[in-house]
């Protein structure tokens, strides 16, 4: 079973609840926690793993051989995503928009054009407390989370219940990390902000067919707006956690809440019960 | 030489289009003859810039009369040897006469971001 974190807002507590729920099941089942936030990964910090093993996570940039290349066009011509224009009797590359999908050296008529890898960024893996830990981390300067996450899902042994902390937002990366995810666990703030995001994250994981469970975070601020709309979408709310200033204090110092007020845990397992019911 | 103002129109009359890449339409005019084509842009979801200024070098355009200009299509312009012009504002026909008075700006390189186009 696969349980994605998402929030649509970015701040809402995924990490806290993704952390909590694993350290609450870790004792009683066999997970394997995956650190989808490939730009900010930060589950780390609660989790402490020991990392053994770094792989590379790369694109194929076309190279074209100039004696080769007729100028043709072909490349410019197939496309898709405009990395390739035909300038001053040249073929230019633009390195960030191309995909790596190697469509332009099919095309190539005269096979001028080999393919070189770029590293985007890595999937180092490890473990920690008894589990499998994996996170991705895309290199500085670069734009395509998603090709990291998708290596990162590769290392899902289907044998374990996959917690997966996913990307904030709603656009590539999150849905890369939802995609094919038994249950969806939207965390938000009960705030306009946390609100309008949520039903965002709801329709994205609608769109990819994966039900929904909600975790409300900092209860006690905003308004009944967001119970009002889980009320209305028939979306469980599994989880409230109050807006309480020894919560925060145990995040900031990188104690898991579930380590420092261990009544926690019986919560986060019921909830992982919860979410068995609403995956089916 | 063939010129390409960037319009939300078709005729020398239309309003200057800011953005280059993204731009409505591109009206090209023989600055002989005063002959005008417009082509309506159609920007795919990435590339847009490289994608216009691809065009600019197949139609042979030798100038680029615009608002602004992103880093990609700076890029491939400079590389085809085409002028970029930038600061255009009214009509296109204000344009035309700004640019043969010589009072638009000419470019060192982009003068906005990109949109993000890489993801």
């Not at chain 1, 093993?53 to 100028?71: A, E, H, I, N």
């Not at chain 1, 008529?109 to 008894?130: C, D, F, K, N, Y």
């Not at chain 2, 005063?34 to 994608?51: D, F, R, T």
């Not at chain 2, 200024?53 to 890029?75: I, S």
Request: with cysteine; charged share 20%; aromatic share 4%.
């Amino acid at each position: 079973m696969r349980i994605a974190i998402a929030s649509g807002k970015g701040g809402t507590g995924k990490t806290t609840v993704a952390v909590n729920l694993a350290l609450s099941l870790c004792g009683k089942e066999s997970i394997q926690f995956l650190d989808c936030d490939v730009e900010e990964p930060n589950a780390h910090i609660f989790l402490k793993p020991q990392f053994d093993t770094t792989r590379s996570v790369d694109k194929l940039l076309p190279q074209v051989d100039s004696d080769k290349c007729t100028r043709c066009g072909a490349c410019v011509e197939a496309c898709e995503f405009n990395a390739l224009a035909l300038m001053g009797g040249n073929v230019m590359l633009y390195d960030s928009l191309c995909h790596g999908c190697g469509r332009c050296g099919l095309v190539c008529p005269t096979g001028a054009i080999s393919e070189i890898p770029h590293q985007l960024g890595v999937v180092e893996t490890g473990t920690t407390r008894g589990f499998p830990f994996a996170r991705g981390l895309l290199n500085v300067g670069e734009t395509m989370a998603t090709p990291i996450i998708h290596a990162l899902k590769r290392e899902i042994d289907s044998s374990r219940l996959a917690i997966l902390d996913a990307p904030p937002g709603t656009g590539c990366p999150t849905i890369a990390a939802l995609h094919e995810a038994d249950v969806a666990l939207l965390v938000t703030e009960p705030t306009p902000f946390g609100l309008h995001d949520l039903k965002a994250a709801v329709e994205v994981a609608r769109t990819l067919d994966v039900p929904t469970a909600v975790v409300i975070n900092r209860a006690g601020i905003g308004n009944d707006q967001v119970e009002r709309y889980c009320d209305e979408e028939n979306i469980p709310i599994v989880l409230t956690i109050p807006f309480d200033r020894a919560i925060a204090e145990t995040y900031a110092v990188g104690t898991p809440l579930v380590d420092a007020v261990p009544s926690w845990r019986k919560r986060f397992i019921k909830l992982a019960e919860q979410l068995k019911e609403v995956a089916r | 030489m063939k010129i390409c103002i960037t319009t939300t129109g078709t005729d020398l009359d239309a309003q200057i289009d800011a953005v280059f890449g993204r731009a409505r339409y591109f009206l090209l005019v023989d600055s002989e003859t005063l002959e005008v084509e417009a082509i309506e842009n159609v920007p795919g979801a990435h590339g847009a810039g490289v994608q216009a200024a691809q065009m600019m070098v197949d139609k042979g355009v030798g100038a680029v009369l615009t608002g602004n200009v992103g880093p990609n299509a700076f890029q491939g312009l400079t590389a085809a040897g085409i002028q970029i012009h930038i600061g255009a504002k009214g009509s296109a026909r204000d344009t035309l006469a700004a640019y043969e008075a010589g009072t638009l700006q000419t470019v060192n390189g982009p003068t906005s971001q990109g949109h993000g186009g890489g993801r």
